[in-house]
C-alpha cells in the first residue's frame, strides 16, 4: 500500500515539475529577448599595396575598390553576435622592376570577405564595450594585364584568420537613435595560400602570416549607419616552389606583402 502510494506521488511530481521547467525557460526567454539587426551598406576603399624581396620593393600597386556588404547582429541578454558578408571589385595601376627592367600594367582584382565574431556587452551607464573573438575568410582573385612592357599573370589567393578586437558605444539619448561608436582589433594570419598562373601553370604559394591591425569609426542615426575604416595586410615571404623555366635548385616565391586599405561606407540598418 505504501509502495502504490509512493508511486502515486510520484507521477503526480512529474507534470508539476514540467510545468515548473516550462515556466522557467519562458521566464528567462522574456528577461533576455533575443533581438536581431540588419546593415546594409555599399562602400569604397583605397588601397596601396606593395611586394618586397629581401627588403627592397619590386612592385608597388594603388587603386580604388568597391562594393556591397551586408552584417548581421544577434543579441540576448549580454552576448552579441555579429555575421558579415562583403563583396567587392576593382582595378589599379601596378608597376615594379625585374632584372633591372622597369616594367608597368594595369590589374583588376575582385573577391568576398565572411567574418563572424561573438562578445560579451559591459554597460558602464550609456556607454558600452564588447569585447569579441572572431574567425574570417577572405578570396580574392588579381588579374595583371598584358602591357607593352610585361605579360600578365594572375594570383588567386585566400586567407583564414582570427580576429581579436572591442566595440565601444555610447548611447547619447538613451534609445538608441544617436550612438557615436569605434571600434579596434588585431587580426592573426593562420593560412594564406596564393595560387599563381604564370604561363599556363598554376604555381601554389604559402606566405607567412602576420598580426595586423583593423580600426574603425562610425555613428549610428536612426536607420542610418556610416563608417570610416583603415586595415592592413601583411604576409611574409613564402618558401622557394619550383617552377618551369627555373634553372635546378631554383624557386618562386611570393614576396612579402605589405598593403594599406582606408575606406567609407553608408548604409541602411533595420
Request: glycine share 14%; net charge negative.
Amino acid at each position: 500500500m505504501k509502495k502504490a502510494f509512493l508511486i502515486i506521488a510520484l507521477l503526480a511530481a512529474v507534470p508539476s515539475t514540467s510545468l515548473a521547467d516550462d515556466a522557467l525557460f519562458d521566464e528567462e526567454e522574456v528577461d533576455n529577448p533575443l533581438k536581431t539587426g540588419i546593415n546594409l551598406y555599399p562602400f569604397a576603399e583605397e588601397i596601396k599595396w606593395r611586394e618586397f624581396f629581401q627588403g627592397a620593393q619590386a612592385l608597388e600597386e594603388k587603386g580604388d575598390r568597391r562594393g556591397a556588404g551586408a552584417m548581421a547582429t544577434f543579441e540576448s541578454g549580454a552576448s552579441v553576435y555579429r555575421l558579415k558578408g562583403e563583396y567587392f571589385e576593382g582595378t589599379g595601376d601596378a608597376q615594379g622592376a625585374a632584372g633591372g627592367i622597369s616594367w608597368a600594367t594595369e590589374v583588376k582584382e575582385y573577391g568576398f570577405k565572411l567574418e563572424g565574431d561573438g562578445g560579451w556587452r559591459i554597460p558602464i551607464g550609456r556607454f558600452s564595450i564588447v569585447p569579441n573573438l572572431g574567425l574570417g575568410y577572405r578570396w580574392w582573385r588579381r588579374d595583371y594585364e598584358n602591357s607593352a612592357t610585361t605579360e600578365g599573370w594572375l594570383e588567386k589567393w585566400h586567407t583564414v584568420y582570427f580576429k581579436l578586437g572591442a566595440l565601444a558605444e555610447y548611447d547619447i539619448g538613451g534609445g538608441g537613435g544617436i550612438v557615436p561608436y569605434a571600434e579596434a582589433a588585431v587580426r592573426i594570419g593562420v593560412f594564406n595560400n596564393n595560387e599563381m598562373d604564370v604561363n599556363g601553370t598554376e604555381i601554389s604559394t604559402n606566405p607567412g602570416g602576420r598580426i595586423t591591425p583593423y580600426a574603425e569609426a562610425g555613428l549610428k542615426l536612426s536607420i542610418l549607419k556610416a563608417a570610416v575604416y583603415y586595415e592592413r595586410i601583411e604576409f611574409a615571404q613564402s618558401d622557394p616552389v619550383p617552377a618551369p623555366g627555373l634553372p635546378a635548385g631554383w624557386g618562386l616565391v611570393q614576396m612579402e606583402v605589405r598593403a594599406n586599405i582606408y575606406g567609407a561606407r553608408v548604409g541602411l540598418s533595420f
